[in-house]
């Protein structure tokens, strides 16, 4: 009966971490209630970690070990999270993901190597949870290399692909062996995830950096996956249930991206798009056109409407206060302001969003790219921070560019364009951007911040 009971407990405190998860996950889809939902998932994952524990009935060494391996790994997370700054926040990501694939990966080593305990089917879950958290795990890790500017070259030889595979058909050789051999072949376990890990390495090196994103999106969908196979290898509902809402999540994001840069999955992991060699493109011929920063303050505080297209640059230069306190300035005197976000703009989905929500931006002036699309037109002013690829025409009207059907904001079709931009370089993907070459547009060189600051002082002045 006690035993009843335990189980019992077991399976209704997971059934309120299912709900908590996914209460969490439903309220991180609105910047109005993302912190809440970030805390109410955080109160899910605590209860299963205390479920668990509590039950797991280890011995005092064990339980030891595990709760020494929280404190350290909560501490490390804690102080890291504290300190990272915006910019590097998909970095991280990429880090924590890898993480979790790697424990994913270790629990199926663990697994695997006491095969004997385990049914068939056991057993082939857990080779599967192994390959994918193994890939995660590796991949992550280049990808955290490229964002971080530690690997800044891709890695491309002629029949990569055709190696890849040979890698890939190895691995899922050894996994058979593996399921169907286990007391015979350790060293073939061994084998088994040094190719997998090998595996995530080469899947990522040939892959841009602009692309990364993406990247990082489908291995945290890996990760998950890898997760919910262990936990029915340990028949643990909680893991299950946290790696299917990561996985489905993670799934559901990185389509979101690929369809926001118009482009397919297998596209984005073997068409090597994003370092810069087709730089040029046909469609871009002219010159850049600078103004200062006195001259556009005077535009932008007699206009009636302007929209602000914040980017990666805004994110780099700490920018986000500055521009707010702009805006201000600007709606004071009676201009219509609104923030103009692409899906992909920054480095990960809602980068832009969390950088305004910080500089205490209203929800209410922050349009996505089909809200705000049409509204380009009837503005008077367009003002580019460190916004590059998401504006740029060539991907509606040149088919010979690298990013043509990307979705992209019409900033091209305002009366007057304002970009702030540190020099005439290249956007992330390293194609020329044939809005900066218009007639209507004007480039204010300079650091995002310290340029918000020269037009704040511009539209004080105005009379």
């Not at 790697?102 to 068939?120: D, K, Q, T, W």
Request: proline share 3%; glycine share 12%; charged share 10%.
């Amino acid at each position: 009966m006690g035993v009843f009971s335990s189980q019992s407990m077991i399976q209704v405190s997971y059934l309120v971490v299912a709900f908590l998860f996914i209460v969490g996950l439903k309220r991180m889809s609105s910047p109005v209630t993302a912190a809440s939902g970030i805390r109410w998932a955080g109160l899910g994952m605590l209860l299963a970690t205390i479920v668990t524990l509590a039950f797991m009935g280890a011995s005092q060494t064990n339980l030891i070990l595990v709760v020494s391996a929280i404190l350290i790994g909560s501490v490390l997370a804690w102080v890291t999270g504290k300190r990272v700054a915006m910019t590097d926040m998909p970095q991280m990501i990429a880090l924590y993901n890898g993480f979790g694939g790697g424990a994913a990966a270790a629990i199926a080593a663990v697994e695997l190597f006491r095969g004997s305990e385990h049914s068939l089917t056991h057993l082939a879950l857990a080779v599967i949870g192994g390959f994918i958290g193994a890939v995660s795990f590796s991949g992550s890790l280049i990808a955290f290399g490229k964002l971080q500017g530690l690997i800044t070259k891709s890695i491309r030889f002629a029949g990569q692909k055709f190696v890849n595979l040979l890698i890939l058909i190895g691995t899922v050789g050894l996994g058979v062996v593996v399921v169907f051999g286990i007391n015979d072949a350790p060293p073939a376990i061994s084998l088994f995830f040094a190719l997998a890990l090998v595996l995530g390495v080469a899947m990522t090196l040939p892959i841009g950096g602009a692309d990364m994103p993406v990247v990082i999106s489908l291995y945290n969908a890996l990760t998950g996956l890898a997760v919910a196979f262990e936990g029915f290898v340990l028949d643990n509902a909680a893991m299950i249930i946290a790696g299917t809402v990561v996985g489905s999540a993670g799934t559901l994001l990185t389509q979101l991206m690929a369809k926001a840069m118009n482009r397919s999955l297998g596209n984005v992991l073997f068409a090597n798009f994003g370092e810069g060699s087709s730089a040029a493109c046909a469609g871009v011929n002219g010159t850049q056109k600078a103004i200062e920063a006195s001259d556009a303050g005077v535009m932008m505080a007699f206009s009636q409407k302007v929209i602000v297209v914040p980017g990666y640059g805004l994110a780099v230069a700490q920018a986000q206060h500055k521009v707010w306190e702009l805006c201000q300035l600007l709606i004071e005197r009676g201009v219509t302001v609104k923030f103009a976000i692409h899906p992909v703009a920054g480095r990960m989905p809602g980068h832009m969003n969390v950088l305004l929500a910080e500089a205490g931006v209203p929800y209410e002036l922050i349009a996505d790219l089909e809200e705000i699309n049409a509204e380009f037109e009837t503005t008077d002013v367009a003002l580019i921070i460190g916004a590059n690829d998401v504006v740029n025409p060539l991907a509606r009207t040149d088919p010979s560019s690298p990013i043509f059907g990307m979705p992209s904001l019409n900033a091209d079709k305002v009366k007057n364009v304002i970009v702030i931009k540190r020099g005439q370089g290249q956007g992330f993907s390293g194609i020329d951007n044939a809005l900066f070459v218009l007639d209507q547009t004007r480039m204010l060189y300079g650091d995002g911040q310290a340029a918000a600051n020269q037009l704040i002082q511009a539209v004080k002045a105005v009379e």
